[in-house]
């Protein structure tokens, strides 16, 4: 069933202050008390989940705001400590960055995988975020690299480690007057990324273009034999982009022995929840995740 | 200007008070036309294109950015024009199959070599492939046998089994002069 075009309202936004202007209405506040969420404008950035629900009239209906033309969004810049990446940066523009594909390969990879090209052309970081499905395919990478993100409401700005954002089924630490306008990456010592390992492997029903069954991201710092800094993130076995410290714990500073690299799938096999639905089942998805961490830490003989 | 479409017709739909949300003057240019129409800002370029401005060289497989029958270029980019609302579309270039031909009595060099290879069949697909073929060949004028198989993956077909589409965007780019041997890269 298609949607019905009268029950929306859609107006573009040009700048930042004129779209956190309009979020704040109905937020609650000094605006007047807080309106149901058909009332609120909520955003749409490059529509590539929105327009899918909206095409299949499951697009609750309401006010839409866009903001594909804000500048302040845009842009992925270098600083010596940090890559900003305006909401707005699209999956072409992340794989085609220089840097990112040098220091931050894995988000490199997960916007390669994801989609065609027609995909990579409008769907954006910030949306991937937002829109909290646990089976995306960019969390996983952002949370190796500890990424940050900035949320901005007319109320003020505010920095958020990504690993603590997404806080249940698509429930996240973002208020509804706020947007996300940038994602930060802290860039490793000249060192430290000379001796790092980076992991990403997405695995679905078909090699491209399908949903992920379990996505896994990794990385370490090799420091002689052992391993420090290690960061293990999946998606689509749990309710969120899952980050596993309990994990990393049992890595952190060991060699990875054989008898290190079980004893650490077994722990991720305890530390992550899949379930059972129309992809996969939760047994094949356990065995995925520790299959590819087992090949994950193959890497630390390679390199 | 120049203007394409059927005002009479948005005219028609505004005054019989079907739409209670305001509507937009949408202003883009089309196939290198400047071009105005009334539409609800959340209505999809694919039906704006088709419904309001009759261009339905433009197909609707899937409705949800996974066939690419709907591929269309957006300020030279390809992109799903099922999944990008109206408002998206202001003050930009769109390019549409009808808009690929050189004239009426010349196909344009992709167009040709489907024709010459066989790489359409009954052609739902083909609009699409033409212009991710297109997208694909400006930022890659001689791609390998996988930048092919990549710049076409968000494109389905159900006849030819691709091999022909495969061969066709080969022979557009011999067309334009060089061969395609071994790709370099
Ligand atoms: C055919 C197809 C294939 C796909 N393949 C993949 C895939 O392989 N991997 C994958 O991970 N995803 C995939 N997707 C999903 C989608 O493309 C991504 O999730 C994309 O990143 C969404 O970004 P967007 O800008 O298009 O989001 P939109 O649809 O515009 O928005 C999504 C959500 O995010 C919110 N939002 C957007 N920007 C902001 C912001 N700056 N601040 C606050 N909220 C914001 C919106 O309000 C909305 O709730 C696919 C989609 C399609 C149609
Ligand atoms: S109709 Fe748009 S991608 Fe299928
Ligand atoms: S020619 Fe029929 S779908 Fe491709």
Not at chain 1, 166 to 193: C, F, N, W
Not at chain 1, 281 to 295: E, G, I, P, S
């Amino acid at each position: 069933m298609r949607a019905y075009l009268p029950e929306y309202e859609a107006v573009s936004a040009r700048t930042l202050v004129e779209a956190l202007t309009l979020l704040a209405q109905g937020a609650g506040g000094l605006d007047g008390p807080a309106q149901p969420p058909g009332r609120r404008w909520q955003p749409i950035a490059g529509g590539t989940d929105l327009m899918v629900l909206f095409s299949a009239g499951k697009l609750p209906a309401g006010r839409y705001l866009d903001i594909w033309g804000i500048e302040e969004l845009r842009g992925i810049t270098v600083a010596p400590s940090h890559i900003d990446l305006g909401a707005l940066s699209t999956f072409t523009q992340v794989r085609q960055h220089p840097l990112l594909a040098c220091e931050f390969s894995s988000l490199t990879q997960a916007a390669i995988e994801s989609g065609a090209i027609a995909i990579q052309n409008r769907g954006t970081l910030g949306g991937n975020i937002a829109n909290a499905s646990p089976a995306a395919d960019s969390p996983p990478a952002l949370l190796c690299y500890d990424a940050e993100l900035e949320l901005v409401s007319l109320r003020g700005a505010r920095w958020v480690p990504y690993a603590e954002f997404h806080t249940g089924y698509k429930q996240m630490q973002r208020a509804s007057d706020e947007l996300i306008v940038r994602i930060r990456l802290p860039r490793l010592s000249a060192v430290e990324r000379e001796r790092q390992v980076h992991y990403y492997r997405k695995v679905g029903t078909r090699k491209a273009q399908a949903i992920s069954k379990v996505c896994f991201a990794g990385s370490f710092v090799r420091d002689g034999e052992r391993l420090s800094r290690v960061r293990i993130a999946l998606g689509s076995v749990a309710p969120i982009p899952l980050r596993c410290p309990r994990t990393e714990a049992v890595l952190e500073g060991a060699v990875p022995t054989s008898a290190v690299i079980a004893a650490a799938q077994e722990v991720l096999g305890s530390e992550i929840a899949p379930i059972d639905d129309i992809r996969s089942t939760q047994d094949y998805r356990r065995t995925v995740a520790q299959n590819l961490l087992f090949d994950f830490l193959a890497q630390a003989a390679l390199h | 200007m120049s203007t394409h479409g059927h005002d009479s017709h948005h005219a028609t739909t505004t005054s019989s008070g079907t739409f209670t949300r305001p509507l937009i003057e949408l202003r883009l240019r089309v196939n290198g036309i400047d071009t105005v129409c009334v539409v609800h800002p959340m209505a999809r370029l694919l039906d704006v294109l088709r419904e309001s401005l009759h261009l339905s060289g433009t197909k609707e497989g899937c409705g949800e950015g996974e066939c690419g029958a709907c591929a269309v270029l957006l300020n030279g980019e390809l992109v799903c024009s099922c999944l990008v609302p109206a408002l998206q579309a202001m003050g930009t270039e769109v390019t549409t199959i009808e808009g690929v031909a050189p004239s009426l009595a010349t196909l344009d060099r992709v167009q040709q070599a489907f024709v010459d290879c066989g790489g359409a069949q009954c052609g739902i697909c083909t609009p699409g492939m033409i212009l991710a073929a297109k997208a694909l060949l400006t930022r890659c004028p001689q791609p390998t046998e996988a930048e092919i198989r990549e710049g076409l993956a968000g494109n389905l077909c159900r006849c030819t089994g691709y091999t022909k589409i495969f061969s066709s965007v080969l022979r557009a780019c011999q067309a334009d002069g060089a061969t395609t041997e071994g790709g370099e890269r």
